[in-house]
T-cell receptor, first 109, second 116 residues
């Protein structure tokens, strides 16, 4: 599976949009981009995934570049409860999802 | 409510003892997984199972064993052969749609094992 690169940490203001970048320059054609988040000492929570097209659900939006080498997770109106570690994962099979160190997002009031 | 239940939430054991962590799901999911997480790090896959009576090794299976006798249950045994067992253990299950996994893993709340 392709590797991903995420910034180790980022801050954002409560009520503003949070844009989380992820690079996956070695992604192959059949690999999906998945995003999960983990609030301290809990199990990770699925957010969204996509292949080529941009995706949106009640939690977030996923923007994938046309060449698929990078993506951005957008939390439209960040709240304090969105403080968590966010994982960007690329995989063709979910049972081989590899969770790296992720991005620690801190939402500040 | 449907979900994944892990027990115990906290567990202490002495070196040289085996310990079994329970994972039960009532989501009717076919696939189940065990991950290990060390402080400040991501998750590493220990074992996974896509159907009853079948399971596969993940990236760090040494020192661990599993069974999948029922669809709902996927217990993990941490054996005395595991050299550094102190960690946070997470169980997950996943949806399959049309026989294909959808990529959405549902996780339990985790079991924190400390070896004294």
């Amino acid at each position: 599976d392709a590797k991903t690169t995420q910034p180790p940490s980022m801050d954002c203001a409560e009520g503003r949009a949070a844009n989380l970048p992820c690079n996956h320059s070695t992604i192959s054609g059949n690999e999906y981009v998945y995003w999960y988040r983990q609030i301290h000492s809990q199990g990770p929570q699925y957010i969204i995934h996509g292949l080529k097209n941009n995706e949106t659900n009640e939690m977030a939006s996923l923007i994938i570049t046309e060449d698929r080498k990078s993506s951005t997770l957008i939390l439209p109106h960040a709240t304090l409860r969105d403080t968590a570690v966010y994982y960007c994962i690329v995989s063709s099979n979910d049972y081989k999802l590899s969770f790296g160190a992720g991005t620690t997002v801190t939402v500040r009031a | 409510d449907g979900g994944i239940t892990q027990s115990p939430k906290y567990l202490f054991r002495k070196e040289g003892q085996n310990v079994t962590l329970s994972c039960e799901q009532n989501l009717n999911h076919d696939a189940m997984y065990w991950y290990r997480q060390d402080p400040g790090q991501g998750l590493r896959l220990i074992y996974y199972s896509q159907i009853v009576n079948d399971f596969q090794k993940g990236d760090i299976a040494e020192g661990y064993s599993v069974s999948r006798e029922k669809k709902e249950s996927f217990p993990l045994t941490v054996t005395s052969a595991q050299k550094n067992p102190t960690a946070f253990y997470l169980c997950a299950s996943s949806i399959m749609a049309g026989g294909i996994e959808t990529g959405e893993l549902f996780f339990g709340e985790g079991s924190r094992l400390t070896v004294l």
